[in-house]
């Protein structure tokens, strides 16, 4: 159980397109998803909590307009990238948690999207 | 965010010795530690966790150990295998923050067989 699914898992695109990523609870419903930006060699930085039917909360020096996310429904979140750029090239990692499983816990992790702008 | 830094960046061990990854965190009021394990090109993959109230906590070939008086955890891998290459990184969970994962840099193992 509690299995967390990206896609794409991997989209190159052109400098200036917009590129969308989805991530899914498969067998679970998740109010709550998180969005990760990780690079090379680097720690998961998170960029943003995605609620389920209200607005996303970013963290201090992400781009809203840039990333905008959108959790329309109990098992599925997007992070849209608007005119990506090469330096947004990166790894995106989505989590979830599992409402069901209450208290302090483990975030669900799915198995990311490498995105690379040319 | 808070900080959670690992002492050691890489790490490369015999297959069959014993590994033990490091971190540090800075914020003592941490309710709630995980050890992730990301291969290259994955997600991160949940392997032990240990409450605040707790100082050891056992799994299968995995011991995480917890000294909140000097705000350090381990991960201790025993009987490394090759399969036991990757990135490892420490998350530290503050309550107050709505369970905000707060990510350590990462060490990373290589077993050399």
């Known amino acids: 159980g509690a299995v967390v699914s990206q896609h794409p898992s991997w989209v190159i695109c052109k400098s200036g397109t917009s590129v969308k990523i989805e991530c899914r609870s498969l067998?679970?419903?998740?109010?709550?998803m998180f969005w990760y930006r990780q690079f090379p060699k680097q720690s998961l930085m998170l960029m943003a909590t995605s609620n389920e039917g209200s607005k996303a909360t970013y963290e201090q020096g992400v781009e809203k307009d840039k990333f905008l996310i959108n959790h329309a429904s109990l098992t599925l979140s997007t992070l849209t990238v608007t005119s990506a750029h090469p330096e947004d090239s990166s790894f995106y990692i989505c989590s979830a948690r599992d409402p069901q499983r209450g208290g302090l816990d483990e975030q669900f992790f799915g198995p990311g999207t490498r995105l690379t702008v040319l | 965010g808070e900080s959670v830094g690992l002492h050691l960046p890489t790490l490369s061990v015999q297959e069959g010795d014993n590994s033990i990854i490091n971190c540090a965190y800075s914020n003592s009021a941490s309710d709630y530690f995980i050890w992730y394990k990301q291969e290259s090109g994955k997600g991160p993959q949940f392997i032990i966790d240990?409450?605040?109230?707790?100082d050891k906590r056992q799994g299968q070939r995995v011991t995480v150990l917890l000294n909140k008086t000097v705000k350090h955890l381990s991960l201790q891998i025993a009987a490394t295998q090759p399969g036991d290459s990757a990135v490892y990184f420490c998350?530290?969970?503050?309550?107050?923050?709505?369970?905000?994962?707060?990510f350590g840099t990462g060490t990373s193992l290589t077993v050399i067989p």
């Open positions: 998350a530290e969970i503050l309550s107050n923050t709505g369970n905000q994962f707060y």
């Open positions: 067998d679970f419903q998740a109010t709550t």
């Open positions: 240990i409450r605040s109230n707790m």
